[in-house]
């Protein structure tokens, strides 16, 4: 099998209904370099995401997963490195008529190649990471949204895999909450997983990455650190850093 070392898009197009999403769009991201891609709201943040998992397939251009190319290519041909990466969608996307803990487990309890015993175990294993053990039977309905997001961050996990995609982990969470995941977003890092996150929030795109990307009208127009894109004079970054009176117009 081929390693991942190295998550990839090669001159992507996507349109949908006619409208350009993305265009001639290269993207990299490296394992052990954690990365944010920033544009503005309906820019097409998740789309690129989906495209990476294979969700989607593009118009033109290819995705590879380490040297293996997953455009046009059946799922069942690259299920192995895709188990890979793990996503946390934007909402959670937790099934509500499951537990917490048949949510965590779910994926596991589906592939069935592990006992019952030993996916109990990584249940509370990754549940007591994320600090919401104690939900463990309760709904989805029965919880905060703060620990709905740490229990869908808790069910990436239990798959062990070497890449996370955060998709808005922090929108709508009060200042603890956001401080809380972007720890948690923090200690997964340490512990050797790479982060792929796309967000419109500032302060846990700082905080959580080293390299950041972003998107304006289908294209990249900027690659770079922290202190690069502050010192950025790309009319787009500039605005979207120091919103003007004007941006309310755009
Ligand atoms: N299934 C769909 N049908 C039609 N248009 C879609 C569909 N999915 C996405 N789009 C459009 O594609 C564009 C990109 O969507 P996407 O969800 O990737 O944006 P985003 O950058 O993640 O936005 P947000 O920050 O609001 O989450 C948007 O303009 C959206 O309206
Ligand atoms: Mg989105």
């Given at each position: 099998m081929n390693s991942a070392d190295l998550i990839s898009m090669e001159k992507l197009c996507y349109s949908i209904g006619g409208r350009?999403?993305?265009?001639?769009f290269d993207f990299c991201l490296e394992r052990g370099v954690n990365r944010t891609i920033l544009g503005v709201s309906g820019a097409g943040k998740t789309t690129i995401l989906k495209l990476l998992l294979g969700l989607l397939q593009p118009d033109s251009g290819r995705v590879c997963i380490g040297e293996t190319?997953?455009?046009?290519?059946?799922e069942s041909r690259f299920m192995e490195l895709r188990k890979r990466i793990a996503i946390v969608f934007q909402g959670g996307?937790?099934?509500?008529?499951?537990t917490v803990g048949e949510n965590v487990g779910y994926r596991l309890f589906e592939e069935g190649r592990l006992s019952h015993a030993e996916i109990e175990r990584i249940i509370r294993e990754k549940l007591s990471f994320v600090g919401?053990?104690?939900?463990?039977?309760?709904?989805?309905?029965?919880?905060s949204g703060g620990m709905k997001k740490r229990v869908a961050i808790a069910r990436a996990l239990a798959s062990n895999p070497d890449y996370i995609f955060f998709d808005e982990?922090?929108?709508?969470?009060?200042p603890i909450g956001v401080y809380n995941i972007c720890n948690l977003i923090l200690r997964l890092q340490s512990a050797g997983t790479t982060t792929l996150m796309v967000t419109h929030d500032l302060a846990t795109a700082f905080s959580t990455s080293q390299r950041f990307t972003f998107l304006h009208q289908a294209r990249m127009v900027f690659e770079g650190t922290e202190v690069q894109m502050k010192a950025s004079d790309i009319p787009e970054v500039r605005e979207f850093l120091q919103p003007t009176d004007q941006s309310l117009f755009v």
């Open positions: 350009k999403i993305l265009e001639d190319c997953i455009t046009g290519v059946p996307a937790l099934f509500d008529s499951m919401v053990e104690a939900a463990l039977d309760l709904y989805p309905a029965e919880l982990p922090t929108t709508g969470l009060d």
